[in-house]
């Protein structure tokens, strides 16, 4: 498929995104004031808290499990295609609904009054102890300190509003400075950075189809691009050209300890789901790209980092392919569940990861199956079916 019509596949994407989340703020039947009595019901019962609570979506709803166990502590009804990331602290994940972000409670299973309403709720960025939210629909930046959500709260935000709305990205860093994409619904270019005072101080507009970031050792941010990956780093951009003319790198993960970026790596415009088997290692010291076959697809849910740096990549073989960032070589595989293959339709459910610490939690929808491994040793923890197959899967993650 050529550019324009991948341009317009991300547009219907985002609008198929917001049709089929038009119900997610709806619990159990299909109007809002059902939904607040659920809430109101769900606040007013004394649920157990859980520890380090996971968050599983499925085609209705939310399982909210035990992080250690994996035992179902609460199922939450909630039509419509749910996307669920972590908020940055102990208790809280972010919901993606039609009106907007909704904060979850996943220790105490309840949505609270937190909220940041908007068409599109977007990508979910937690850096340095804040969390920045993108809202497609409108162009608008919220972050916010997680820790303002104790108790319910609506926490007190920064904001910024894009020149024009888009399916964007934000990161906001230690020193106050917030990287931002740039682009229109039609066409993504690049990112610029604000200061403290929302004052813009860098621009960059060599980074086509921008998409996706993280954020490697001492604050690097890395942006994907269709020909590469767009860096920021002490003040300045850099661009990585990657080995091939169009090669994107739209899905990203990072680690604090590692300069290295984890990134996927695709070549061909025309496929209609391409399925790489190579990935992209991005050393941000030197700002050059290494590909490493895996011999196996992944799909954008398979990228995580370990807690030493690993980069984690899980194959449509069952495998998960722990690697050495600074080599490329893959030092572990943990045989993780069966084979699969990515749906066509990206919000269709697939095999997906998730880290905190030194755990991976791994679903298996086809065997309606949740499991968790030691990154150390490679053991398998536990698993645990549940009554329906999930799609996605999170935690709460606490970024202090």
Not at 50 to 55: G, R, T
Not at 70 to 84: D, I, P, S
Request: with cysteine.
């Amino acid at each position: 498929m050529n550019r324009s019509i991948r341009a317009r596949m991300l547009t219907g994407t985002a609008l198929a995104l917001t049709t089929s989340m038009a119900l997610t703020a709806c619990g159990g039947s299909d109007d809002a004031s059902s939904d607040a009595e659920q809430t109101k019901q769900t606040k007013s019962s004394k649920a157990t808290a859980v520890k380090n609570p996971l968050v599983a979506s499925y085609d209705g709803g939310l399982y909210v499990l035990d992080g250690k166990t994996l035992k179902l502590a609460k199922t939450v009804e909630l039509a419509g295609f749910n996307r669920v990331n972590p908020a940055g602290d102990e208790d809280h994940l972010v919901i993606s609904t039609d009106s907007g972000f909704r904060m979850f409670d996943a220790a105490r299973q309840t949505f609270t009054d937190a909220e940041f309403k908007g068409s599109k709720p977007g990508h979910v960025v937690r850096h340095g102890g804040r969390t920045a939210l993108f809202t497609d629909g409108t162009g608008e930046v919220n972050v916010f300190d997680p820790a303002g959500l104790a108790g319910g709260k609506q926490p007190q935000v920064r904001s910024y509003t894009s020149a024009e709305p888009h399916h964007g990205v934000a990161i906001e860093l230690t020193n106050g400075e917030l990287v931002s994409t740039l682009g229109t619904e039609e066409k993504r270019t690049g990112a610029l950075v604000l200061d403290k005072n929302n004052k813009e101080i860098a621009r960059a507009e060599n980074c086509p189809g921008v998409h996706g970031e993280a954020a490697a050792k001492d604050e690097v941010v890395g942006l994907g691009c269709e020909d590469g990956v767009l860096l920021y780093k002490d003040g300045k951009f850099t661009k990585v050209d990657a080995p091939d003319d169009y090669a994107r790198t739209g899905n990203q993960a990072g680690s604090d300890v590692s300069p290295i970026l984890l990134g996927d790596y695709k070549t061909d415009p025309e496929a209609e789901l391409e399925r790489p088997t190579r990935i992209s290692l991005i050393d941000t010291r030197t700002a050059k790209m290494k590909l490493i076959d895996l011999g196996t697809s992944y799909s954008f849910r398979s990228l995580a980092r370990g807690p030493h740096g690993e980069a984690l990549v899980l194959g449509t073989n069952g495998v998960l392919h722990v690697i050495a960032p600074e080599t490329g070589k893959v030092e572990k595989k943990i045989a993780a569940v069966g084979d699969w293959t990515e749906p066509l339709d990206w919000q269709q459910p697939r095999p997906t990861l998730f880290v905190r610490d030194h755990t991976a939690y791994i679903s298996e929808p086809g065997k309606r199956q949740l499991h968790a491994f030691d990154l150390d040793s490679g053991e398998k923890l536990t698993s645990v079916t549940l009554p329906r197959g999930t799609n996605e899967l999170s935690g709460t993650v606490d970024g202090h």
